[in-house]
């Protein structure tokens, strides 16, 4: 209970009635439930507002029953964390990392350039297919590739170690100065011969001569024989002139001599020529006899003559049993012939 002090009496004016006695006092009676306010506190019954949340007499919490009060912490909760939430965005938008203070930098005012094309970001390729190196793990028991030592600066290159052996070649030519003995030509680039060919060293080689090519539409003769100026012989590689293929052929060093070819039946009127040797001199003859001799038997009449021969050539003759391909003049080196066609 409280008490009520015991106030003097003024030092002037009439004579008052004496203090009451304390120990006859009447102390002052609890609050009437009953007769408290529509909005009081539930423990000391202290007159409250409609929206306050506690007591500030006691301390005690004010329940209500629209659970009023409940919401009110939810929004100061939620408010509170969006006042903290505000903070930490407004320091990141004023360029404080770290904690330390940024000095903003002023610039002009800029003005845009529709027309102005930013290109686009591109991205070096990486070492791997992936953009990544692969490493190899702790428990493969490999070990990392070695890293090839780099040649300082105004270093003589020559004094690096033959690497040539690494490569699988049994005779790889070696660096210059190293003692080598690589077959490989050496091309020197930046003042070093790196024993390899360029591409553009590739590039200025001439191209190899390439094969006798066959008449597409000519067709192969039936049979063929080597002949001499007494007949035929028995000389083999007559055949090679009529296999099909521009690889074989027939060959002799000396002139007199020649294939005598018989084609399928048909009415034929050009006799061609495919050789890997041109420069020398030929003579086409013709003969309707089923055994021919010699050329001085009286069997055979002359039908063309070339000279030179290229590596191909193409001879117009009249229909006949047998065509005599003769080799008048080898030009002093080995005559091949390498197919004989005959065309309708």
Sequence with gaps: MIETPVKAPPPSGPPSAPPPDARTRVM???PDPNGRHVHACSECGLPLHEDQAACLSCGAMVEQGSGYAGIRRAAVGSATALLVLGSAVGAAVAGL???????????????????????????????????????PSADSGSKPPAIAPKAPKGSDSTSLPDMSATTGGSTGS?????????????????GEDTGKKTREDEKAKPPK????????????PAS?????????????GADYTIDSGAKTAWSTKTGDRGVMVTPSPGDYRAVGIITETPGWSLQIWRTNVDSPGGLESGDWAQAGIRDPVGRRAKLSVKDAKHYLVWVVDTAGKRVRINEIQVFQ
């Design 28 to 30: 002052d009676l609890p």
């Design 174 to 190: 070696g660096l210059s100065g190293g003692g080598g003995s690589g077959s490989g030509s050496k091309v020197k680039t930046n």
């Design 97 to 135: 990392p770290h904690g330390k203070d940024v000095p903003k930098k002023t610039a002009g005012a800029q003005v845009f350039n529709p027309k102005k094309v930013i290109p686009p970001a591109t991205a070096e390729a990486a070492p791997g297919a992936d953009g990544a190196t692969d490493l």
């Design 209 to 220: 001569p390439a094969g006798p090519q066959l008449y597409p539409t000519g067709d192969h």
């Design 224 to 236: 063929a024989t080597v002949f001499t100026t007494s007949g035929p012989s028995g000389a083999s």
